[in-house]
């Protein structure tokens, strides 16, 4: 038996690339963190700034009275049940559980102590998951390295219900139940429990220009510059032939056609959100318009904004890229600009001028950068 997710809203939260920490990307555990953060069971590890989760760390007995009053959404008691927590920043949470029956102390037969600094083992934290989630008794033996725990019948019933598997993948024939139990390990443990999906963020990564199928640039003909404002650009043609086939197109044209010595941008963003290796940002960008390039990072959105709207997967990638490039490159949002700002011509088209020059886009890419920023897998 899981409980459902109680009063706790389960919509997944759209994530950024990267998501909500900087410290989990790629974690097993990852998809488990995002889905108790997006339901307010956790902030993260590090206040104020909660950027990092420490999904390595272990989990106290005082952390884990706070993830499971705020799973459970327990009522505040009026009683206080321990000696040892006075002043505690988790007081509140430990007398919430002790209320509610999840726990008794740590100090029998006394009990009137809790030890809120205490790392927890992973028997404990399945003694406290059935009791916070009444989790029904199992007539099955799970594991073979829990016999005669006094944490067995727990484990048994933490297995039975789904909220763990085991400590050695893939055979899983083991818990573990004095091994401590790690943050990662529990934001698992409490999505299961829960019933939430997991909520992974999407990776960004970026497409070599290998992997588009680039010829070598002339580099001799190329100019080195220091890049110190980000600028938007679109292909100015609809979506038809999208992806490396277009940008293949692009890159000849303009080495052939316009006679420049590569690819003129330095990041395109595709219609479905990848994001592709251009022109080495080391050197400046070219244009069919009366502007010095110098300077600027040269971004292409492909599409044509004047008669489409940008998909919302390259808006996503595109503020991610911007973020990346704003803190690559130690500039601020606030010199995001489109071509049109430089030159006589429609690009990047309304659709993408409305929110540059609204200031929307700025502000969404500073809110990204607030939030912990974005690691661009660069080939």
């Known amino acids: 038996m899981r409980l459902p997710a109680l009063a706790l809203s389960v919509m997944l939260l759209v994530l950024p690339p990267g998501g909500s920490f900087t410290d989990d990307d790629g974690d097993t555990h990852e998809g488990g963190i995002e889905a108790i953060a997006g ?3 956790t902030a993260g590890c590090n206040p104020p700034a909660n950027d990092r989760f420490c999904p390595d760390s272990s989990v106290t007995r005082g952390q884990m009275a706070a993830f499971i ?3 459970r959404q327990l009522a505040d008691s009026r009683e206080d049940f321990f000696t040892d927590d006075s002043g505690d920043v988790f007081e509140r949470s430990i007398n919430k559980i002790a209320a509610a029956g999840i726990t008794v102390g740590c100090n029998p037969p006394v009990n009137d102590r809790f030890c809120p600094d205490r790392p927890m083992t992973r028997g404990e934290m399945a003694a406290m998951m059935v ?4 989790l029904p ?3 099955g033996d799970h594991f073979v390295d829990d016999d005669g725990s006094i944490f067995e019948s727990a484990i048994d019933r933490v297995a039975l219900a789904g909220v763990t598997v085991g400590c050695n993948p893939p055979v899983n024939d083991r818990f573990c139940p004095s091994a401590l139990i790690t943050r990662g390990q529990m934001a698992t443990f409490l999505t299961r429990a829960l019933g939430l999906a997991p909520n992974r963020p999407p990776a960004l990564t970026v497409v070599s ?3 588009w199928g680039a010829v070598a640039p002339r580099l001799a003909e190329m ?3 220091t890049i110190d404002r980000l600028t938007i650009h679109h292909a100015g043609t609809q979506t038809g032939v999208t992806g490396p086939g277009q940008i293949r197109g692009w890159q000849d044209w303009h080495m052939n056609g316009q006679g420049w010595p590569d690819l003129a941008y330095h990041i395109v963003v595709g219609v479905d959100g990848r994001i592709y ?3 080495d940002p080391a050197f400046r960008g070219d244009t069919g318009t009366t502007y010095d390039t110098t300077g600027h990072l040269l971004v292409v959105v492909e599409g044509n904004f004047e008669v489409e709207q940008p998909t919302a997967a390259q808006l996503a990638s595109l503020k991610s890229v911007l973020a990346w490039a704003s803190e690559r490159y130690d500039v601020t949002p606030n010199t995001i ?7 006589a011509t429609l690009c990047p088209g309304r659709h993408l001028e409305t929110l540059i020059h609204s200031g929307q886009l700025a502000d969404d890419v500073q809110r990204l950068i607030d939030s912990g920023g974005v690691d661009l897998i660069w080939p």
Do not use: K, L, N
Request: glycine content about 18%; aromatic content about 4%; hydrophobic content about 30%.
């Open 223 to 225: 100019t080195p510059h």
């Open 277 to 279: 290796e251009g022109r």
């Open 69 to 71: 009053s705020r799973a």
């Open 337 to 343: 600009s489109g071509h049109g700002d430089h030159a």
């Open 131 to 134: 009791r916070a989630f009444a």
């Open 137 to 139: 008794a199992s007539r």
């Open 209 to 211: 220009r290998e992997g």
């Open 39 to 41: 339901v307010g069971i």
